[in-house]
């Protein structure tokens, strides 16, 4: 997965790289230096972004698939990836990379982080190199504290600022439903921010302990799952955006086991008992009115892996 694939002049790579969803987020403090320490559960889901990468004269990266704005070429996170690689492994940059986006951007699916760990693979296979796995892992850490999970996929316990990584048991398959909410995404330090200033003016409810949430992963406890999701980032992201309530009501009262919002929002995240059982509340979901787009998922994926395609 690393660099097995070489490519001939002109040669596509193509690679899939999932969106994530935090089972279980717990926030610390703020520290010293502005960052807070986190416990998460990540979970990879089949909503994947595709990336095509090709040899070129110089580095440019385009997107498609979102109407948002995302950053081109060096300012994106690929392209940010590339330039780093480049470095590491004493190349130029010289790649064209084209972005399918299916991830919703600033959605707290970490999209951006999926198309850097995509970048990376998919360059070291390009280039031909055969990177070690814990190497590629490093590289990612550097260029954010998602991209290793990226890199991983599954399920998996991070800490840290999310970037340190031990392997998950897990027996359950979940069925998601995920509804983008409208009007724009969460900028994720905005999120941060907000919640140091809830916890400044008051008591927010913290999300506890991890383990009820590992134990019920290990043994495919569904509705254990369900009743121990929790993220800290929730309170923060109702606050900048109090239509997400409804959104994760509206969810439930269609039948969902449980619903979060991922990561720092605003997407809702709803957990359900099987894929038709999603597909139910996906469609009452859409009903709702709450909603501008429905989407259902499946996890655990599998993290960044080159699809073949060369062409
Ligand atoms: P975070 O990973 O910071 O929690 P997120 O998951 O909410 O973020 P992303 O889709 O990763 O959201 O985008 C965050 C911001 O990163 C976007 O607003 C965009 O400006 C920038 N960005 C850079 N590269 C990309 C990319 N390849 N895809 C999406 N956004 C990107």
């Known amino acids: 997965m690393t660099g097995r694939v070489l490519a001939g002049p002109g040669a596509t790579v ?38 095509a990468l090709q040899p070129a004269d110089r580095l440019s ?72 796995r814990a190497q590629l892992a490093g590289w990612a850490a550097e260029l954010g504290s998602d991209v290793p999970f990226a890199l991983s996929g599954g399920t998996a316990l991070g800490t840290g600022r999310g970037e340190r990584l031990s392997p ?41 302990e991890v383990e009820p949430m590992l134990a019920a992963l290990a043994t495919g406890d569904l509705a254990g799952i369900a009743a121990e999701m929790a993220n800290d980032l929730q309170a923060a992201a109702f606050s900048l955006r109090p239509e997400l309530r409804r959104t994760l009501r509206a969810g439930l009262d269609a039948g969902a086991l449980g619903g979060i919002v991922s990561g720092s929002g605003p997407t809702i995240a709803l957990l359900c008992a099987d894929p038709d059982h999603a597909a139910r509340v996906a469609t009452d979901l859409a009903g709702s009115g709450t909603v501008r787009t429905v989407r259902t998922a499946a996890g655990p994926a599998p993290g960044a892996r080159v699809l073949g395609g060369r062409g």
Request: charged residues 20%.
């Open 168 to 208: 998950v048991l897990s027996r359950a398959e979940l069925s998601w439903v995920l509804a983008p909410a409208g009007g724009g995404g969460l900028s994720t330090p905005a999120v941060y921010t907000e919640l140091d200033r809830l916890r400044a003016a008051g008591d927010v409810p913290r999300a506890g």
């Open 61 to 132: 990266v385009r997107t498609h698939g979102v109407t948002e704005v995302v950053p081109e070429d060096g300012d994106n996170l690929a392209g940010a990836a590339i330039t780093l690689l480049a470095q590491r492994l004493g190349r130029e940059p010289a790649v064209a990379v084209d972005i399918t986006k299916r991830i919703p951007v600033a959605g707290g699916m970490a999209g951006g982080s999926a198309d850097a760990a995509a970048a990376l693979v998919g360059c070291a296979a390009l280039w031909g190199q055969d990177v070690p």
């Open 14 to 51: 193509r690679v899939s790289s999932p969106g994530k969803v935090n089972l279980f987020l717990g926030v610390g403090d703020r520290r010293e230096d502005g960052y807070h320490d986190l416990v998460t559960v990540f979970h990879a889901v089949d909503l994947a972004d595709e990336v």
